[in-house]
């Protein structure tokens, strides 16, 4: 089987990288020219359009950021323009449920299948071909390409079987995961502001019953000063926390938690719009004038 990959960066690329680890054939898309010589250093075929990509490949994987983006590059003279009938888009990417719906529904009589099974675990599990996937098609569709996406994943659940499940489900875990971080940002904070080290923190989250990937990562980021180029840009997570409460909105769900967290990011976002998403205890760093670092906390 031979896979595509359209979108190189942070996870894009890991998810290629895994493919071609498996020995899958991979050709690729993007617009960022660092991106592709590094996706052809690692052995992969570059494309200059998404339709080339879906001459080449039987199942391609869209990493991209938003929907409209999606649709460009599935539908129309993208891939269902050129992919042979049978395969897979593998949409990864998370976009709002709607958007995952409204492909499916332009993709029918096309004799493709769509997958929608957006990822989490971040630039570390893309890189380390660890993802979870939240997987949404038919079981035996979700049974022929098992494969290409066991090459990238560490775990797959089938959470449904049509455009728009796996988004759903998608849009619940990043409110969780939003308010992970939000509330992981504010203690930061407030033991920098107490003047406990850095290291203390780590130590006692890390192995107390609030100790967990999201809460351990974002805090080695933050006692390290690591704000940027992580792989883990705000701008993503932001994206994930309008989808969530847009979500929350549609069905009638009150997301307070979600909503603290999304204002939280807003923050980080407009006050540094290049950093990742750790970068938002900074913000609250800066008005209660204290900084967090590994060995102590600074005034």
Not at 22 to 31: M, R, S
Not at 36 to 46: E, I, Y
Not at 202 to 218: M, R, Y
Request: proline share 3%.
């Amino acid at each position: 089987m031979k896979a595509g990959v359209i979108g190189l960066g942070d996870m894009g690329s890991g998810i290629a990288k895994n493919l071609i680890k498996n020995g899958f054939e991979v050709t690729g898309l993007d617009l960022l020219d660092h991106r592709k010589q590094a996706f052809q250093d690692m052995g992969g075929h570059l494309a200059t359009s998404a339709a080339e990509v879906g001459a080449q490949a039987e199942a391609v994987f869209v990493m991209v950021m938003k929907g409209a983006e999606a649709k460009e590059v599935i539908l129309g003279d993208g891939l269902v323009s050129t992919m042979a009938k049978g395969g897979a888009v593998i949409l990864s990417a998370t976009v709002k449920p709607n958007e995952a719906r409204e492909i499916g529904e332009a993709m029918e009589g096309s004799g493709l299948h769509l997958i929608d099974t957006p990822v989490s675990g971040g630039f570390p599990g893309a890189q380390s071909g660890t993802l979870t996937m939240m997987a949404a098609a038919p079981d035996d569709v979700l049974d022929k390409f098992a494969p290409v996406m066991e090459a990238v994943s560490a775990n797959i659940h089938r959470v449904g079987t049509r455009p728009g499940d796996g988004q759903t489900v998608k849009a619940c875990l990043q409110s969780l995961i939003g308010a992970q971080f939000s509330a992981t940002f504010e203690a930061a904070a407030l033991a920098a502001k107490a003047g406990v080290p850095g290291q203390v923190i780590l130590d006692v989250f890390s192995t107390s019953s609030a100790g967990c990937g999201v809460v351990n990562n974002a805090l080695e980021k933050i006692i390290d000063r690591q704000f940027e180029g992580t792989g883990s840009h705000i701008n993503t997570m932001h994206k994930d926390l309008t989808i969530s409460m847009g979500l929350g909105e549609e069905l009638g769900v009150p997301l307070h938690t979600a909503g603290a967290a999304m204002q939280i990011f807003h923050a980080g976002r407009t006050k540094y719009p290049d950093g990742d998403n750790w970068v938002c205890t900074r913000v609250i760093e800066e008005i209660v004038g204290a900084e967090l670092h590994r060995k102590a906390a600074k005034s």
